[in-house]
C-alpha cells in the first residue's frame, strides 16, 4: 500500500522560504513519479509540480522560477524548495502520484503578507 507523509510546512512572510519533505513507502520509489499538490479550505487540489522517475520535471506557471522539485532516491523522499514566498501559496501541500491520491496528511504552508 502506498503511502506519502509530508512535513516542512510552517507560518513564514512573504518572500521567505520553505523545503517541503515527502516521505513515500510501499511502492518501488524510483520508478515512481511524484507531485506536489495544493488546496485551500472549500477548492480542489491544485497541481504544484511533478517530478518523474527519469527526472523530468514539471511546474505550474504560478510557481514556476520559484519552487524546486527534486528527489533523493536514497530516502525515499522528494522534496519542494519554496522560495520567494507569497499569500497566494497558502494551502495544505500534499503530495501524491496524482490527482487521484492516495493522500496523505499534508503540510499546512501560511505565508503572511
Known amino acids: 500500500q502506498v503511502q506519502f507523509v509530508e512535513s516542512g510546512g510552517g507560518l513564514v512572510q512573504a518572500g521567505g522560504s520553505l523545503r517541503l519533505s515527502c516521505v513515500a513507502s510501499?511502492?518501488?520509489?524510483?520508478?515512481?513519479?511524484i507531485g506536489w499538490y495544493r488546496q485551500v479550505p472549500g477548492q480542489q487540489r491544485v497541481f504544484v509540480a511533478y517530478?518523474?522517475?527519469?527526472?523530468?520535471?514539471h511546474y505550474a506557471d504560478s510557481v514556476n522560477g520559484r519552487f524546486t522539485i527534486s528527489r533523493d532516491t536514497s530516502k525515499n523522499t522528494v522534496y519542494l524548495q519554496m522560495d520567494s514566498l507569497k499569500p497566494d501559496d497558502t494551502g495544505v501541500y500534499y503530495c501524491?502520484?496524482?490527482?487521484?491520491?492516495?493522500w496523505g496528511q499534508g503540510t499546512q504552508v501560511t505565508i503572511s503578507s
Open positions: 517530478i518523474y522517475s527519469n527526472g523530468a520535471i
Open positions: 501524491a502520484m496524482s490527482l487521484k491520491g492516495p
Open positions: 510501499g511502492t518501488t520509489f524510483t520508478s515512481t513519479d
